[in-house]
């Protein structure tokens, strides 16, 4: 129940488990491009869809590397700890980061972003939808619309913890560039990196001419993502099977379907982890809904507690940066069930009950089946 790897259903873990095959195989090569022309689709990108072998990190690097070079200027919107990770992957670029950061808990406002873009200078904004290290979500469409007023900045969004279960396409958001990784809520196995760039973000990369970077480079890359019968490095053949069976199974649910059922799941979950002590981190206006980040009920240690619940057949993730051993997060994203959530819950409250906690049984199943009927 980490925030990803998310857990992994049957169907794509028999496409991982498939005899792996060259990848210039006519049927690979078939349904290579059958996911990324579903991928393009799906979140409405005008320009290009690239899937490709490598974590979400990579992802980042390659949004700043294909749309600033030294000396450029990049507005950093921070929630949390891993919107911080921007600013790293750009400073050894050479790029001039202004950052413009909210409260942990708390999400940066699009009238505060116009603001600061009102100064002049800035190339590219870059946002983080969900931010793991606190659960919290951030506006991108209404960022969007104010960014899509200044010509000259691309708005890159890091959808590494949102897309496929938070309501975000590239045309209805004035994204340009976007993207997320396949351990998330797409529910496959980490090593692979999904990024969308529109024809904006494309005709940004062309004026920049050559640039540093090799292998993220997208220049390299279109090629392949338009013919996967060619070569540039060797395509992750059996992930690019599953993620063709997480994007049939998203085709078959719908998209409006998918999130709607995050929202509902995430509020019955945050009901129970209430109603069993916990206290969520992020103000109830931006809680995420592909994960939870709780803090503890008085007088319960996090390393006694997560171990305690392993026993109980959970593992959960502690929290990072400033409530590092103060925080549990807790994932309920991709294509998790009702028997998972509610199986979850319970052994949450069978392992506050063994550390000590005055807790009725039951009393978090109870709220969130309460919940989930009341919507």
Not at 87 to 94: D, F, L, M, S, T
Not at 204 to 226: A, F, H, Q, V
Not at 332 to 357: F, K, P, V, Y
Request: charged content about 25%; proline content about 3%; some cysteine.
């Amino acid at each position: 129940m980490i925030p990803g790897p998310t857990p992994v259903v049957d169907s794509i873990r028999t496409e991982m488990g498939r005899d792996t095959i060259a990848f210039g195989d006519p049927d690979f090569v078939k349904d290579y491009k059958e996911v990324i022309d579903d991928l393009q689709s799906l979140f409405s990108c005008d320009g290009k869809t690239f899937v490709v072998a490598g974590t979400g990190t990579l992802a980042m690097e390659t949004a700043i590397a294909n749309s600033l070079q030294k000396g450029d200027k990049m507005l950093l919107v921070s929630n949390g700890f891993f919107g911080d990770r921007f600013i790293q992957i750009a400073e050894r670029k050479g790029i001039k980061v202004e950052l413009l950061q909210a409260e942990w808990g708390d999400a940066v406002t699009p009238v505060q972003i116009g603001k600061k873009l009102d100064e002049g200078g800035f190339k590219a904004v870059t946002v983080t939808h969900v931010d793991t290290s606190t659960g919290v979500i951030a506006p991108v469409k209404e960022i969007g619309e104010v960014v899509s007023k200044y010509d000259d900045v691309l708005y890159i969004v890091d959808g590494v913890c949102s897309v496929g279960g938070e309501a975000v396409d590239l045309k209805n958001c004035h994204i340009n560039v976007l993207f997320t990784g396949s351990q998330k809520a797409f529910g496959v196995a980490p090593g692979l990196f999904m990024l969308w760039a529109d024809e904006k973000a494309l005709a940004r990369r062309k004026s920049l001419g050559t640039i540093p970077e090799y292998y993220c480079d997208y220049e390299n890359w279109i090629p392949i993502m338009d013919d996967p019968s060619k070569y540039f490095a060797t395509p992750a053949v059996n992930l690019v099977w599953a993620l063709k069976e997480s994007v049939r199974i998203m085709k078959e649910e719908g998209m409006d379907a998918r999130y709607a059922r995050h929202i509902r799941t995430a509020k019955a979950m945050q009901k129970a982890f209430e109603a069993i002590g916990f206290t969520i981190l992020a103000k109830e206006e931006v809680r995420a809904h592909t994960l939870s980040n709780l803090l503890y009920p008085a007088g319960i240690d996090d390393a006694a507690y997560r171990t305690e619940l392993a026993k109980q057949g959970v593992q959960a993730a502690g929290g990072v940066g400033k409530y590092a051993g103060r925080m549990l997060r807790i994932g309920h994203m991709g294509n998790i069930d009702l028997h998972t959530c509610t199986a979850t819950i319970s052994a949450m409250e069978r392992a506050l009950r063994a550390l000590g906690q005055d807790l009725q049984p039951g009393s978090g199943t109870g709220a969130f089946a309460k919940e989930w009927d009341a919507q």
